[in-house]
């Protein structure tokens, strides 16, 4: 297998984006950074939005979710929208974290966040990010911070001293996966953060911090086509919506709305995450601040599309029999289309149709996951959203091996092929005729 230099400088672009992404909230940062630059407009929920159309904009909330749109320049008639999310599986702070006088070691005393492969976080170098809320005089600040070099280490025991650790070993996070921080005593948390945001440790009032895995992404294999690194899921996603966003034409009739949510990992039951009202909400706003009515909003969601957007399993070569005996995703197979009976994927025979259209249209391949029936499987946004904003919508994502791992694995060309469909999606003028009825024909036939 060839892979061009297009793939290669793809996927060292989302390498990038990872890296400069170690929690939710520098996500949302790094991609509103690049919208601003690209021209969006930066809206504040808190105050009067004043939209226009044929015009971009751009708004977040509690800094760790994102919803960038692009307005039609003609009367909107449909939402093209697809869903990511920017967090992932890791170890939460508690307050005061230092806990002192273990063999004279400082260990942070920690949380998880979602369902970390626990395992795959011992010995490898980590770091700590975030935000902090600092008082500034009469106000309270929220600022990002990234410490940015390696920081802290969860060790292992010894196998001398656990001779049975390769029959499986169970992680209990209050007990074996405290990170090491320091030999004094005296050095808190706090003045690491401090010192990187260059205040007082006495200034911060608040926290959201988070360990993360430092390791550098890697591109490898005979061919170089595989890709790993820490974050893939779903930060691939959320780097090809964005991507995919700016690629595509301008749209007559449908406004292309590009989300990345989160706390999926932790159930999305937020006012940040899919389960909040973050979409209904902007999406109501930007109806009426077009100039329609709360009818034109039922009537617009109606005629709209959703791509939820979330990494895959692939079939693992070691463990095939736990993949479906069928519908098994391979690395580098194109965009995988999710499926699940019990409606944990969103995908039904509509929204699977309207998808496997837009990849042809895209030229991007395409295959199918499904769980082994046997297997409940993970959950994803999807249908989480749908029950605030309920509209057609499609599971799709990339595959990759070892998700949850702290260091995850996909093939190097699938970035591109996501890229490309979600482009597909935003400049699609597919619309709703009547329920289950769909014109595919390109917009410029729609002013026939
Ligand atoms: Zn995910």
Redesign the pocket.
């Known amino acids: 297998m060839q892979v061009d230099t297009n793939a290669r400088t793809a996927a060292k672009a989302l390498t990038d984006f990872i890296k400069a992404s170690p929690t939710a909230f520098q996500a949302t940062a790094a991609m509103q950074t690049r919208l601003t630059a690209a021209g969006y407009t930066r809206l504040n929920e808190g105050e009067l939005w004043q939209l226009q159309r044929g015009k971009n904009y751009v708004v977040t909330r509690n800094g760790s979710a994102l919803i960038a749109f692009r307005l039609p320049a003609g009367e909107l008639q449909g939402f093209r929208i697809a869903a990511s999310?920017g967090d992932n599986p890791n170890f939460k702070l508690k307050e005061n974290p230092e806990m002192t006088g273990n063999g004279g070691m400082t260990r942070l005393n920690v949380e998880s966040y979602g369902g970390a492969n626990l395992s795959t976080w011992f010995d490898r170098p980590l770091s700590v990010a975030g935000r902090v809320i600092v008082r500034e005089q009469h106000t309270l600040v929220t600022r990002c911070v990234d410490v940015g070099r390696d920081l802290v280490m969860i060790p292992s025991l010894a196998i001398h001293m656990n001779p049975k650790v390769n029959h499986g070993m169970a992680c209990n996070v209050q007990k074996d996966m405290l990170p090491v921080f320091g030999l004094d005593a005296t050095l808190k948390m706090a003045d690491v953060v401090a010192e990187t945001l260059k205040i007082d440790a006495g200034e911060i009032m608040g926290q959201d911090l988070y360990v993360y895995n430092r390791q550098a992404p890697s591109i490898w294999g005979a061919s170089q086509e595989f890709l790993s690194s820490p974050r893939l899921?779903?930060l691939q996603c959320a780097f090809s919506s964005l991507n995919g966003l700016f690629a595509a034409a301008p749209s007559e009739h449908q406004a292309a709305v590009h989300c990345c949510f989160d706390n999926?990992e932790v159930g999305s039951g937020t006012k940040q995450g899919a389960g909040g009202t973050f979409l209904k909400d902007t999406l109501i706003r930007i109806v009426l601040g077009l100039g329609g009515t709360m009818e034109d909003y039922y009537r617009i969601v109606a005629n709209s599309l959703m791509v939820s957007a979330?990494?895959a399993h692939a079939a693992h070569p070691n463990y095939l029999e736990k993949a479906d005996p069928v519908h098994r995703p391979r690395l580098n197979g194109g965009v995988v289309i999710k499926h699940s009976a019990n409606q944990k994927y969103t995908t039904d025979g509509v929204s699977s149709a309207l998808v496997r259209m837009l990849c042809e249209q895209a030229g991007v391949p395409y295959q199918v996951f499904v769980n082994r029936s046997d297997m409940p499987g993970g959950s994803?946004l999807g249908n989480i959203s749908t029950s605030q904003v309920s509209l057609n919508t499609a599971d799709v994502g990339i595959a990759q091996l070892a998700m949850h791992s702290a260091c995850e694995t996909c093939g190097v060309l699938d970035t591109e092929r996501l890229t490309a469909f979600l482009r597909c999606h935003f400049e699609s003028g597919m619309t709703a005729e009547t329920d289950g009825r769909f014109r595919i024909a390109e917009e410029s036939h729609d002013k026939d």
């Open positions: 999310h899921d779903d999926e979330d990494n994803t």
